[in-house]
């Protein structure tokens, strides 16, 4: 099992920036691939960022790259995300994933543990 808590979410105008934070317990956080979905009223769960544990490497949904940046500190078993250069269309619940599985994914549902979320809401 692993538990996972997000952080971090708010209220920011446009162009503004947020650091979201998920802090993870339980089992050896280093083994499993991370990532960031988010989710609104009107949409399905989405893929935001992912962090994969065997090699270090990160990807992004296209609307976001060069704006958003993954990160993770596995002495301290957190997951990052920082967001700059905010847009009203990144508002949503953000939620940290967990994947057992050996390969990146993008899809919600070969990830096995998620946090509660936490909103993020960008004015405009």
């Known amino acids: 099992q692993v538990q996972l808590v997000e952080s971090g979410g708010g209220v920011v105008q446009a162009g503004g920036s947020l650091r979201l934070s998920c802090a993870a317990s339980?089992?050896?956080?280093?083994?499993?691939?991370m990532a960031w979905f988010r989710q609104t009223p009107v949409k399905e769960r989405d893929f935001v960022a992912g962090?994969?544990?065997?090699?270090?490497?990160?990807h992004y949904v296209d609307s976001v790259k060069g704006r958003f940046t993954i990160s993770r500190d596995n002495a301290k078993n957190t997951l990052y995300l920082q967001m700059n250069s905010l847009k009203p269309e990144d508002t949503a619940v953000y939620y940290c994933?967990?994947?057992?599985?050996?390969?990146?994914?993008?899809?919600?549902?070969?990830?096995?543990?998620w946090g509660q979320g936490t909103q993020v809401t960008v004015s405009s």
């Open positions: 339980g089992r050896t956080f280093s083994r499993y691939n």
């Open positions: 962090f994969d544990y065997n090699g270090g490497t990160t």
């Open positions: 994933a967990a994947s057992g599985r050996s390969y990146r994914s993008t899809s919600g549902s070969e990830y096995d543990y």
